[in-house]
């Protein structure tokens, strides 16, 4: 039977788990995303741990980015510029490579890997064009297009899009490159910068709800007009939240005006816009299906 190494990799914890398939997975081993030489080392110390005896027939790597996709160059696992402070420029492939060295190994960011979960085992099943939005430490987005994620110079970073500013909303954003982008308007720490406390200790009215879901939805209205997605699907701490799933849906619905004749519906509009089914393993998931297509890739002819 198969054994394949799951790594979702996030910005603030990494979840990694083996097994054979979706209904075959160990319990998740959850580690903290601290700086990069501690955390990778820690990484493959339990990548050992669960290989065993018999090892990984392939490792599936789906990681917060900006990152590098393209095998064959030099900077391919190494991450860009990013907001995560002490990891641009860090080799994520090498410390696994090193320990690993006949395994096939494929990587992906962490939304287009939960975008391929989604696309096996959840709410995209079946569907070719869709766009996998994540909401928490930071906004990400996976997009999958004629059932392949997009990669090009780098891969989408639809996080930090420029929006238009909430009439009296005067908080300067959190992003450290652009400020008022998407992300520094409505990540998980612009949120605890506007109100002083943690999410998930706000109550369920908290009106930085509705703030955080009419921000999400010019990068909903942006996406439809885009990439024309068959469906968007939102994770992540903040884009569950149902507050916020709500107020997103209202705002985008209300802003395209009736253009888009197919989402001209309301109950149309609700059931494209939908939570992730595969909720916080999308990630997991999703670095299944990259290692199961890394196997696949290394036994053809």
């Not at 398939?21 to 741990?49: C, F, I, N, Y």
């Not at 996998?132 to 999958?144: A, K, N, Q, S």
């Not at 997991?284 to 299906?289: D, E, P, Y």
């Amino acid at each position: 039977m198969a054994h394949f190494a799951c790594i979702e990799l996030g910005g603030t914890k990494i979840n990694l788990a083996a097994g054979s398939g979706p209904d075959d997975m160990s319990a998740v081993v959850r580690l903290p995303t601290l700086d990069p030489a501690s955390t990778l080392a820690a990484m493959v110390e339990q990548l050992r741990h669960l290989a065993g005896e018999g090892g990984f027939d392939a490792i599936g790597v789906a990681s917060f980015g900006p990152i590098a996709l393209t095998p064959g160059t030099s900077a391919y696992g190494h991450f860009r510029q990013t907001p995560k402070p002490g990891w641009s420029g860090a080799d994520l492939l090498g410390p696994i490579r090193d320990a690993f060295p006949q395994t096939p190994i494929a990587l992906d960011t962490d939304v287009n890997g939960a975008a391929l979960g989604e696309a096996r085992w959840g709410g995209a099943v079946g569907l070719d064009s869709f766009a996998y939005v994540t909401v928490g430490t930071g906004i990400g987005v996976g997009l999958v297009c004629n059932g392949r994620p997009v990669h090009g110079l780098l891969h989408p970073e639809a996080g930090h899009i420029r929006v238009r500013r909430q009439p009296d909303d005067s908080y300067a954003g959190h992003c450290p490159f652009h400020g008022d982008c998407l992300e520094g308007l409505a990540c998980g720490p612009a949120i605890q910068a506007r109100t002083g406390k943690a999410g998930e200790t706000l109550a369920a009215d908290d009106p930085v709800w509705s703030l955080t879901g009419r921000y999400l939805a010019e990068l909903f209205h942006s996406l439809i007009l885009i990439a024309s997605p068959q469906r968007i699907l939102v994770g992540g701490g903040i884009g569950l939240n149902p507050a916020v799933l709500t107020a997103a849906r209202d705002a985008a619905h209300s802003g395209l005006g009736g253009y888009i004749e197919a989402l001209e519906d309301r109950s149309t509009f609700d059931e494209f816009i939908q939570p992730a089914h595969l909720g916080d393993r999308a990630g997991v998931m999703g670095a299944l299906a990259l290692a199961q297509g890394a196997s696949h890739e290394h036994r053809a002819p």
